[in-house]
């Protein structure tokens, strides 16, 4: 949820230059804790 909240606040600090702009290409690379443990992209 944070992660998306982050990428709205860009979005917003950019529209300014380019409205029609698209975030895209986003995917995780690793994660650490919670209960299915460790895991990092191949």
Known sequence: M?????LLTIYDMCKA?????TISEVK???KH???SG???SS
């Open 38 to 40: 460790d895991w990092i």
């Open 28 to 30: 995780l690379l690793e």
């Open 33 to 35: 804790g919670g209960k």
């Open 17 to 21: 230059v380019d409205r029609g702009m």
């Open 2 to 6: 944070l992660f998306k909240s982050l």
